[in-house]
């Protein structure tokens, strides 16, 4: 059967892919592929699930004739005792205790927690509960979300409330439409589309046996709503990305603002960077996790960040400063290393550059004699320093943490630049 309903589909399939979309006749042509194949991947499934039950009641068969012949009495002592219908069938999940329920759901990963909120309705609510995907998205979203990703992504739910709202044009629904309504298609592979619709499906062993209804998409004010939206790509999110450009020699050692989109299949984002004055902005795509940060602060980049680590600051410590090349460009961050003043041996017991009312900074990925080596801000009041020809210096942070000083390291150049 399986050879006739792949001979019978092919051509449907086929014109399903290369007919366009535009024309009335060829979107005619790709619903009729579609309903074929859809009819075609039903029947299979249905089957498949008539075979399985056929080989279950042979083999019951058999074992029922099996039990049925005289064992010997020596045979009756060893032989163990038959499982009862309760245990062969399984505890029920449903009736677990709600601590060893809730236990279970939070070893389910993503795609599972959303495969098992197809089952039902209880387990719908359950699933798409907001602690089981703060920890998810906390997990694999955390450093890369910040403040301002929070904000933009609660004006996305302000704007599509608004959308809502506002009156539609009414859509004329195809029989294709119709008939997908009304097909019991909750158990095949069109079913359950209920957090990663975008493109993923659920694993089968994952989905209910018996047909279900389609249990619609989480709500949108819910923490699963957001973490559907990242992982489809549905949501642009701001953040910063390392060394933009992909490694660009102007952009060494630096961490521009940038909105990004994720993609699933590739594992990677596209960075969409604001204009740098008059030039239009860029798109990157390919970004690895490892170039991609949430905000340390919330200063917007056009804005000068108010330093407040100034007096702290000592010959050794790791920080970042803002730059940009003139007044109409956003600021970008650049890492540094506070250095020694020209007067002191750099001897950690008789140094007092820490006392001094100007601080050196050093970019030590520049050769010595370079103009991009080295400059110095004020303690007291440093606001932005330069002019046209070196750039303004801004706001200035202190780094807290190794873990922000060995990433700033891993993208260390090989060469040192002039």
Not at 77 to 106: H, I, M, N
């Amino acid at each position: 059967m399986l050879p006739l309903l792949l001979i019978s589909t092919l051509p449907a399939f086929t014109l399903l892919l290369v007919a366009p979309a535009t024309k009335a006749c060829c979107k005619l042509a790709r619903e009729l592929a579609l309903l074929a194949l859809l009819l075609a991947t039903e029947l299979l499934r249905h089957a498949t699930a008539s075979g399985s039950k056929e080989r279950d009641r042979e083999r019951g068969a058999r074992m029922s004739s099996a039990s049925s012949k005289p064992k010997s009495a020596a045979a009756a002592l060893v032989a163990p005792p038959a499982e009862t219908p309760a245990a062969a069938a399984g505890f029920p999940l449903l009736d677990l205790p709600e601590l060893a329920l809730d236990r279970v759901l939070e070893e389910l990963s993503p795609a599972s927690l959303a495969a098992m909120a197809c089952v039902c309705a209880v387990l719908r609510d359950r699933c798409s509960a907001d602690a089981l995907w703060e920890r998810h998205l906390r997990l694999k979203w955390g450093h890369v979300l910040g403040a301002a990703a929070h904000k933009q992504w609660e004006a996305e739910l302000g704007g599509r409330a608004a959308r809502a709202g506002a009156p539609q044009p009414t859509r004329r629904r195809s029989w294709v439409d119709s008939l997908a309504c009304a097909w019991p298609f909750s158990s095949s592979w069109i079913g359950c589309r209920w957090l990663l619709k975008g493109g993923h499906t659920p694993a089968p062993a994952a989905v209910a046996a018996e047909p279900t209804p389609a249990p619609a998409a989480p709500p949108a004010d819910t923490v699963a709503a957001w973490y559907r939206a990242l992982e489809c790509g549905e949501f642009w999110f701001p953040a910063q990305v390392y060394n933009r450009e992909d490694g660009h020699v102007g952009f060494v050692l630096s961490c521009y603002d940038a909105h990004l989109r994720y993609h699933r299949r590739t594992d990677t984002f596209t960075a969409r960077y604001p204009p740098l004055g008059w030039k239009p902005g860029k798109e990157e795509d390919g970004v690895q996790w490892n170039r991609v940060r949430a905000p340390p602060v919330s200063t917007p980049a056009p804005d000068l960040h108010a330093s407040d680590c100034l007096e702290e600051l000592r010959p050794g410590d790791h920080f970042e400063i803002q730059w940009r090349k003139n007044k109409d460009f956003p600021y970008g961050w650049w890492y540094g290393v506070v250095g020694h003043q020209e007067s002191c041996n750099g001897n950690e017991h008789m140094c007092r550059c820490h006392k001094e009312d100007m601080v050196v900074l050093e970019f030590q990925h520049y050769a010595p004699g370079s103009r991009w080596r080295q400059t110095t801000v004020s303690r007291k009041d440093h606001r932005e320093k330069g002019g046209e020809t070196d750039g303004f210096y801004g706001g200035i942070r202190k780094l807290q943490t190794k873990d922000e000083i060995s990433t700033w390291r891993r993208f260390w150049p090989v060469d040192v630049l002039n």
